[in-house]
């Protein structure tokens, strides 16, 4: 199955570029200098690419954070790392300073304190209303922000926190092109010590892994990345729930089998949500990935929680 | 040779047994209330949780073991199979018992895979190799995790309450490849069966109100009288009209 994933994942990579409010033909792939050739090859392919790369990142960041804290609706989204991380990307427009530094730290003390939390609770479903709770700690701070914001901060603020893809990839793609591989090959390297994992922490000691070392390693990985795409494009949900949970449906395997097909997926969830977003648009612009995806995911995660109950 | 020097528990801050000193002989029984700390000890022993005192392994202090060390010397199988990816195959569930000699990067080669297969085979587990854990009965499970346990390699397996969750046929059939795996490992077995206890004839300890007792030669234990003294409540040893023949 893996196989025709990636078939599809090739086709679709090459084909989302033509996809638009400007339909573009072959002679754009052909004609590098020609008008219809720029919009392809220096917006278009690069913004798709941004896409994939971006939906690699989200999946496998909920992959691991369900088998981190073995629980199907964990993702840095639900667990508020993206909140943390969006709050940190908003700061840094308004300090002047690294919007990658300034949410990967918002991101990485959320996760610190995830962690430490998570050996004080007795269930993954405290946890999960912990998450929710700072979810909501971290829009706070940004509406906080947006009281004290002038009307052009606010509005692109706003434009920001729904996600889009239409920034001007170019700088950051090749930064996200990174954390994904990074991402992909370490979750992959490590795909045994995560199926230890998903066994619980003590089953996982017992047989000689240091669980704290690798659960913080891994999701100081996903923090990161998130954090990169976050301030890049703006929080984009539920990628990190769809993908896994679909590849799992389709699979039927253990989380060592999984890496490669979630990061396929997610890939491919993104692309196509943000193709969808690129075909919507109109005189008010475009619609935000982020808000396609929300649409797509929140029937997804009623499902899910229906599924479990 | 396991050593407990002046051994003492406290979970949280609560007292639960020692001061504990005693030679571990080669196979143990560990029997006693329900509280007592049994499981605790054997989880403490495996390096899961902290202690006072001293655990000495061969000449060396257990707590200065790594974590690797620790897994090649004791392999614990729990009552009962607690897994929480249900697509988890029984290969695969096997095969993560030798994490510890698998290359950091590479994960298993081959010959662990292989080994694997033994392992089942011995097990007679190896038609459930494909099986995902989610549907396995306990008494399969409770196979399985012993099969996990062996490809661990470790010298001492601890089996906490493992015919807890098992049917007459099943709770023979672990007393069999217990006595098999006794050849190649040393074994410390929690149980609450005294029927069981008895049967195997290891030396047997009771842990309650936070002392240990020691019996080398368990028919000491096994009297109305130690049994009522222990346990607190009166015994009668006739046989039972029904009893399983663990032979």
Same mark, same amino acid.
């Given at each position: 199955m893996t196989k025709w994933l990636v078939v599809l994942t090739l086709l679709v990579l090459l084909l989302?570029?033509?996809? =638009? =409010?400007m339909p573009l033909g072959i002679e754009a792939l052909l004609e590098p200098t020609s008008l219809e050739g720029r919009i392809f090859w220096e917006l278009r392919l690069p913004r798709v690419m941004l896409g994939f790369f971006g939906g690699v990142i989200l999946a496998l960041g909920g992959l691991i954070f369900q088998t981190i804290f073995r629980n199907a609706l964990m993702t840095p989204y639900t667990l508020g790392v993206s909140g943390a991380a969006t709050l940190g990307c908003a700061l840094s427009i308004a300090l002047g300073v690294s919007g990658v530094l300034m949410g990967f730290t918002s991101a990485a003390f959320s996760v610190l304190l995830l962690l430490l939390l998570s050996t004080k609770l007795r269930s993954a479903e405290a946890l999960l209303l912990l998450g929710i709770a700072l979810s909501l700690f971290y829009g706070a701070a940004l509406m906080l922000f947006y009281h004290f914001a002038d009307a052009l901060q606010v509005y692109s603020l706003l434009r920001y926190t729904m996600g889009s893809l239409s920034a001007d990839a170019s700088g950051g793609l090749w930064l996200i092109g990174a954390c994904a591989a990074a991402t992909l090959l370490i979750a992959y390297a490590w795909r045994h010590r995560l199926a230890l994992l998903s066994l619980g922490a003590q089953s996982a000691a017992l047989r000689g892994l240091h669980v704290k070392r690798t659960e913080t390693a891994l999701l100081l990985l996903v923090s990161f990345g998130v954090a990169a795409l976050i301030s890049i494009a703006g929080p984009i949900g539920f990628v990190g729930l769809v993908a896994p949970h679909l590849v799992r449906l389709l699979y039927r395997r253990s989380v060592a089998h999984l890496i490669v097909p979630t990061a396929l997926v997610g890939g491919l969830f993104l692309v196509a949500a943000d193709t969808l977003a690129r075909v919507l648009s109109g005189s008010s612009g475009e619609v935000s990935v982020g808000i396609i995806t929300a649409l797509v995911g929140t029937p997804f995660f009623i499902f899910l929680v229906m599924r479990r109950a | 040779m396991i050593r407990l020097e002046e051994v003492v528990c406290r979970l949280g801050g609560r007292y639960l047994f020692g001061p504990i000193s005693l030679d571990l002989p080669p196979h143990l029984i560990l029997i006693g209330p329900n509280g007592a700390g049994k499981s605790t000890l054997a989880k403490m022993l495996c390096g899961l949780l902290p202690y006072e005192g001293r655990i000495a392994y061969g000449d060396q202090n257990l707590s200065a073991l790594s974590l690797r060390e620790r897994a090649e010397a004791f392999a614990y199988v729990p009552p009962k199979l607690e897994q929480f @990816? @249900?697509?988890?195959r029984v290969r695969e569930f096997v095969l993560l018992g030798a994490f510890a000699q698998a290359d950091r990067w590479r994960g298993f080669d081959a010959t662990e895979t292989a080994h694997a297969d033994e392992v089942m085979r011995q097990s007679q587990i190896a038609h459930l190799a494909d099986r995902p854990l989610g549907t396995l009965s306990s008494g399969e499970a409770q196979l399985v995790m012993t099969a996990q346990a062996m490809m661990q390699r470790s010298r001492m397996l601890v089996f906490d309450e493992p015919t807890a969750h098992l049917d007459p046929l099943h709770a023979r059939q672990f007393v069999h490849r217990f006595a098999s795996l006794k050849a190649a490992h040393h074994t410390l077995l929690i149980t609450h069966d005294l029927q069981l206890a008895r049967a195997l004839g290891d030396p047997v300890a009771f842990l309650g109100d936070g002392v240990l007792h020691y019996f080398e030669a368990p028919e000491r234990l096994f009297t109305p009288q130690m049994l009522e003294r222990l346990y607190g409540v009166r015994f009668e040893l006739t046989p039972l009209h029904v009893s399983i023949r663990y032979d």
């Open positions: 989302a570029p033509f996809v =638009g =409010g | @990816d @249900d697509h988890l």
